[in-house]
């Protein structure tokens, strides 16, 4: 699973007339702004809209954690997409919630995934067409899905990576990682995993919002300390932007597992140890 995860505008913009295309709006904002009223006010040309909370395991007290191969299966159906479709994700910010969905839909899949490199803005600068107004249903398709769970780090896999088995890439901003900055979830303890990483997700994307280049995605996780010759499990506060260093992994050719819990379940617990500091 490390094919090149990003497709350009110009070559999305020539694809649009493509049968197997599909393309999704995967927004999602931490603050609860309302990502479906965007996608009905301005949209990509065909594209469904990917809700996050609610294609969720719902018995779970984590948000948005990973549902089950036979739920997502049914969601993805109705959204009219087939695991055998090429499917490009994008959102509202540029980069920040599509490569969760990306992630998803290949963890459940999807062979041909792909995330649009600088997302609606970069597409609506570059004035190319945009639907507006309520979209129409999609026809329904039959999505097989096999969840794959290799992608997937839970607890127990993160303490045993503690203890050397694995790096910790923590994508949370600098603050919250040292513990000088209270996280954004009430309940949660500030800090990071004893012996993780921090590499920032602002830190591998340009100031387009786009991800950065080849070398200087190398150059931000060598100065992160990350080792490309160890196995590397991302993770963040609930499992969003955590992707969007998988997805940089990705690019260059690494692979990945994703904490799904992340910081939420972590920093939720009375049992598992935060230091604090950089």
Known sequence: MTDRPLISTAELAGRLNDPKLRIVDGSWHLDGRDARADFDQARLPGAVFFDLEAVSDHSSDLPHMLPTAAAFAEAAGGLGIAETDTIVVY????????????????????????????????????????????????????????????????????LSALGGEAQILDARPAARFAGEAA????????????????????????????????????????????????????????????????????????DSVLYDGSWAEWGGRADTAVVTGP
Do not use: K, Y
Not at 124 to 133: H, K, P, S, Y
Not at 184 to 208: E, K, Q, Y
């Open 91 to 158: 959102d509202t910010v540029g980069l920040r919630s599509a490569p969760r969905v990306w992630w998803t839909f290949r963890l459940m899949g999807a062979a041909d995934v792909r995330v649009l490199d600088g997302g609606l803005p970069r597409w609506r600068a570059e004035g190319r067409r945009l639907d507006t107004g309520p979209a129409a249903s999609p026809t329904p398709a039959r999505f097989a899905a096999s969840r794959w769970d290799g992608a997937v780090a839970d607890l127990p896999l993160v």
């Open 183 to 254: 996280e954004p979830r009430a309940g949660l303890r500030s800090g990071h995993m004893p012996g993780a990483l921090n590499l920032p997700f602002l830190s591998v994307l340009g100031d387009d919002g786009r991800l950065l280049e080849r070398d200087a995605l190398r150059a931000r996780f060598a100065e992160a300390g990350v080792a490309f010759d160890r196995p590397i499990i991302t993770s963040c506060g609930s499992g969003v932007t955590a992707a969007i260093l998988t997805l940089a992994l990705a690019e260059l050719g690494q």
